[in-house]
């Protein structure tokens, strides 16, 4: 199984961008799915998860601007971020937690997505 993320790029301030995180291989579902950002000089955080029923968080950084959401347990989840600022410019990670067919559960990490916010 492997996490793709998808949907990175340049934007300037004030404008949007939608990620996109999928699954592929062969799984029976995924469960808590979360979006990470890691920038230059600083540790990775989190910025918004939703579990397997739908329930969201979101960072303080976030809240109100950025909507993660998913449509089935199998589907791509997407990070729709609006209204971006120079701060939001970051490598963005997405982590999941996996149940294989025969039931176990691992975590999986994408490979990372660049988002450049220009003033």
């Known amino acids: 199984v492997q996490l793709v993320e998808s949907g990175g790029g340049l934007v300037q301030a004030g404008g949007s961008l939608r990620l996109s995180c999928a699954a592929s291989g062969s799984f029976f579902s995924i469960n808590a799915v979360g979006w990470y950002r890691q920038a230059p000089g600083k540790e990775r955080e989190l910025v918004a998860a939703?579990?397997?029923?739908?329930?969201?968080i979101y960072s303080d950084s976030v809240k109100g601007r950025f909507t993660i959401s998913r449509d089935s347990a199998k589907s791509p989840v997407d990070l729709q971020m609006n209204s971006l600022k120079p701060e939001d410019t970051a490598v963005y990670y997405c982590?999941?937690?996996?149940?294989?067919?025969?039931?176990?559960?691992?975590?999986?990490w994408g490979q990372g997505t660049q988002v450049t916010v220009s003033s």
């Open positions: 939703i579990t397997r029923g739908g329930n969201t």
């Open positions: 982590n999941a937690e996996i149940r294989s067919v025969w039931g176990r559960s691992s975590d999986y």
